[in-house]
């Protein structure tokens, strides 16, 4: 079982990206960009929502 990263997670790519790793064993820390108009987007509608770490970072701020 991998650990994986997986930013943009919060689109329509990264969420389906994301549930395919996680039902395939890996974990999974998701990255979403807290300032974009959908935030957790298609992520939130996950049936793993439980077995995936979520952050939420602005990738901008070098600070955060």
């Keep these: 079982m ?6 943009g997670a ?8 994301t549930e395919y790793l996680v039902e395939k064993g890996h974990r999974v820390k998701a990255f979403v ?8 987007g298609w992520l939130e509608k996950s049936k793993y929502i439980d077995d995936i770490e979520i952050y939420s970072r ?3 701020d070098h600070n955060s």
């Design 10 to 17: 919060g689109g329509f790519i990264g969420s389906h990206l």
């Design 33 to 40: 960009s807290y300032n974009s108009r959908n935030f957790w």
């Design 2 to 7: 991998a650990k994986i990263l997986v930013t």
């Design 58 to 60: 602005d990738f901008k």
